[in-house]
């Protein structure tokens, strides 16, 4: 199974997927060329691709580069592992229930949040991980795999829980998909 791993930033998780299935992640993709990802990526030798939304007229277009490119790879699962858009129509029209994401709460608990973890911290509900098929909403999709999360008095400390429990949960939903 060929996967693309999407992230807009930092990449950890991309990291630990790409260490953990080096055969299988032939593509990162970010939508920031200044993204630490694309480092990663470089030091792990994934090929890495980069682009702007702002440099294409529309998102149809620009995922439709990004259509092209994932058919050009012949990537079977795209794995959004931090990539802060949401998914438009061209993507799910080609690659509809091949897309799945994580996301750093108990859904349908901040959905849609880009500050999960700090929120759901605050509010002390909805803490945990989600990993989730990719759907025309907004981190609505099916979920595939969930864990919740006791509450920590220190933010930082709930938060590296967040991302530990994410390095182990993300892997082990990719391979058993890897495995079917
Ligand atoms: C992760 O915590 C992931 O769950 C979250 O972004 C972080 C990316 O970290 N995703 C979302 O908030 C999606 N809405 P990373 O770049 O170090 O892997």
């Not at 199974?1 to 990449?11: C, D, E, K, R, Y």
């Not at 897309?99 to 750093?104: A, K, L, Q, T």
């Not at 859904?107 to 989730?132: C, D, K, Q």
């Amino acid at each position: 199974m060929n996967i693309a791993v999407f992230a807009s930033g930092n990449g950890s998780n991309f990291q630990v997927l790409a260490e953990k299935f080096p055969n299988n992640v032939k593509l990162a993709f970010s939508d920031h060329h200044e993204a630490y990802v694309l480092k990663r990526a470089e030091k792990l030798n994934v090929p890495a691709v980069s682009f702007e939304l702002k440099e294409f007229i529309n998102k149809a277009t620009y995922e439709s580069e990004l259509v092209e490119i994932l058919e050009r790879e012949k990537i079977d699962l795209v794995v959004l592992a931090g990539y802060m858009k949401i998914i438009g129509p061209t993507l799910l029209k080609k690659y509809g229930g091949r897309i799945i994401n994580i996301h750093p709460s108990f859904l349908p608990n901040f959905a849609g949040s880009p500050h999960a973890i700090e929120e759901s911290w605050e509010a002390n509900r909805g803490l945990g991980v989600t990993v989730h098929y990719v759907d025309e909403g907004v981190d609505t999709g099916d979920v595939i795999a969930q864990v919740t999360l006791p509450y920590l008095e220190n933010l930082a400390e709930y938060e590296q829980s967040v991302h530990e429990v994410e390095y182990r949960l993300y892997p082990d939903v990719i391979e058993k998909m890897i495995c079917r």
